[in-house]
């Protein structure tokens, strides 16, 4: 039987950078992963990869290109007419990104010694050290990390098909641009996914259950987020209660209550499906070993990622926290590291989120009604890319920054960005979270012009009431 330092059970952003930093730090290590595409293929990468962040963001980005040769250069004097969508090709080159992208892992476990498992991998019995079933083989392990990842949550009922009942590997897919699309549930799948459909000319309306626009979010973007999408034609409906969905040979139709507890219908050509998220330990084994899971079934951790039996972590999204790739990729480093005798760490304080859609969404942080909640007193800066030169030369002038900062150390404690390179921009505030740095140091910092990052210095500027430039 084959024996190693640590195997890893899944090679998503959180498995495989695990693996990869285990084997920099002198550990055998093995991964095991079961994902195969439509081939048959095995593949490395996970959700992220394969059905994830990456396809998404390359949809993103051909969609907002067509967006902008329709609509948005016009502005700069140009007018480009006979333009076509080629839906085949844009899937093609997203295609191509993950094929990249997947391959390339394999390339980084050759070059790095993690030999790669094919397969399910269960854990099949433990003690001082564990046995892991992986694909046809058992192999034997001093550490075994978890990172089986997530899947979509099931509406009661609801069967998903991904033909016209979909969740996000379906949406990610479409073979021609639905004319009416139906999205459940405003999260930040709802809102990428459906900007990707509206811009390439489907008539998109999202039914959200909760009375309120992207919670989490400090209010002042939630607002600003809402007016702009809107505003481009996103048909959001909040508070809505789904009583049945319910499918004909070539639509559905959704029943469900209205705010005003009014019933409404509505047919669409597809509909994708996005309620958030479960953790996934199907086939895992952990009845075998006596591995806990929460009532929500994450598999139980402490703040390092370790769970109760020795020698097994667990990390990324089967365990608690934001289900984002970062997350699970540090919490990765950090069981590496401490499986190698070293101080893992990881600032849960310092994660950041991003929303693609256009303009970005981006924060650091705790939000103004977090701080209001908890009593802290603080200041606010806020400044808009209305006034920058670099939005105005882009024409992305929509949006803002805001600093939220103790009002009695200055530190800063909630960067909230919306705008277009929001998720680029949001990389200074979380340096400033981690160094602990107070506004007035962001202030101080000399910001290259003219670039967006002004509005960040401008914003820290803000915090003290003296911007010079607004
Ligand atoms: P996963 O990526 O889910 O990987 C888990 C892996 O484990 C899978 O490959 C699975 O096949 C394998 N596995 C499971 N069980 C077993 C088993 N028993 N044996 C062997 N293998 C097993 N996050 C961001 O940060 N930024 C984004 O822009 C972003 N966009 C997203 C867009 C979409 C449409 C979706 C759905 C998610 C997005 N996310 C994004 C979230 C991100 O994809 C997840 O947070 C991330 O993939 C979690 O990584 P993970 O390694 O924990 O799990
Ligand atoms: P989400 O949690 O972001 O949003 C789900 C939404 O569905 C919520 O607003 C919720 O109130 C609503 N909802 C739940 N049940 C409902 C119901 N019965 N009817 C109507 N609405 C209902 O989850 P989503 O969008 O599915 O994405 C899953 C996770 O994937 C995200 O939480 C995030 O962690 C990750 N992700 C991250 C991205 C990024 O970082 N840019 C992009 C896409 C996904």
Not at 22 to 47: F, H, I, N, P
Not at 278 to 295: Q, S
Not at 337 to 343: D, L
Not at 386 to 402: Q, T
Request: charged share 25%.
């Amino acid at each position: 039987m084959k024996s190693f330092d640590v195997v890893v059970i899944g090679a998503g952003p959180a498995g495989y950078i695990a693996a990869i930093r285990a084997a920099q730090l002198g550990l055998s290590t093995a991964c095991v992963e079961k994902w195969q595409d439509a081939a048959g293929e095995y593949r490395l990468g996970g959700t992220c990869l394969n059905v994830g962040c990456i396809p998404s963001k390359a949809l993103l980005e051909s969609s907002e290109n067509y967006e902008r040769v329709q609509h948005h250069f016009k502005a700069h004097g140009i007018t480009a007419t006979g333009v076509k969508l080629d839906l085949k090709a844009m899937l093609a080159r997203k295609d191509r990104i993950v094929d990249k992208m997947t391959t390339g892992i394999s390339g980084l476990f050759r070059k790095n010694k993690v030999t790669w498992l094919k397969g399910q991998g269960t854990l099949v019995s433990g003690g001082t050290t564990w046995k892991v079933r992986a694909g046809e083989e058992t192999v034997e392990a001093k550490n075994v990390v978890i990172a089986t990842g997530s899947k979509p949550r099931q509406l009661p009922g609801v069967t998903i098909d991904n033909r016209l009942v979909c969740d996000n590997e379906g949406a990610l897919a479409f073979d021609a641009v639905p004319e009416r699309l139906g999205v459940i549930g405003a999260g930040v799948i709802g809102l990428e996914l459906g900007s990707v459909w509206r811009r390439l000319g489907a008539k998109v309306r999202i039914l959200e259950a909760l009375p309120t626009f992207l919670p989490s979010a400090d209010e002042s973007v939630a607002k600003e987020a809402w007016s702009i999408f809107t505003r481009s034609g996103l048909d959001i409906e909040l508070g809505v209660a789904i009583k049945e969905i319910s499918q004909s040979k070539k639509s559905v139709k959704i029943q469900y209550t209205a705010s005003d507890n009014s019933s409404k219908t509505f047919e669409c050509d597809r509909l994708i499906v996005s309620i958030g998220r479960v953790p996934n330990t199907e086939g895992l084994g952990a009845e075998n070993v006596g591995l806990r899971l929460d009532p929500k079934g994450f598999i139980e951790v402490d703040k390092n990622c370790r769970t109760a039996l020795p020698g097994i972590y667990a990390i990324g999204d089967v365990v608690r926290g934001p289900m984002l790739a970062h997350k699970g990729e540090d919490e990765g480093v950090m069981v590496a590291e401490i499986i190698a005798g070293q101080h893992g760490h990881i600032n849960y304080d310092a994660i950041p989120w991003v929303v693609y859609t256009a303009p970005e969404l981006a924060w650091v942080g705790k939000t103004e009604q977090q701080l209001k909640a908890e009593g802290v007193a603080y200041r606010s800066g806020r400044f808009p890319f209305v006034y920058n030169g670099r939005a105005l030369s882009r024409e992305e002038p929509e949006g803002f920054v805001k600093i939220l900062a103790d009002a009695a150390t200055d530190r800063v404690l909630g960067v909230h960005i919306i705008g277009s390179i929001a998720s680029e921009l949001i990389a200074e505030a979380v340096s400033a979270i981690e160094f602990g740095a107070a506004s007035e140091d962001i202030a101080r910092i000399c910001h290259a012009h003219p670039s967006m990052s002004e509005v960040m210095k401008e914003a820290a500027l803000a915090v003290d009431k003296r911007p010079l430039n607004g």
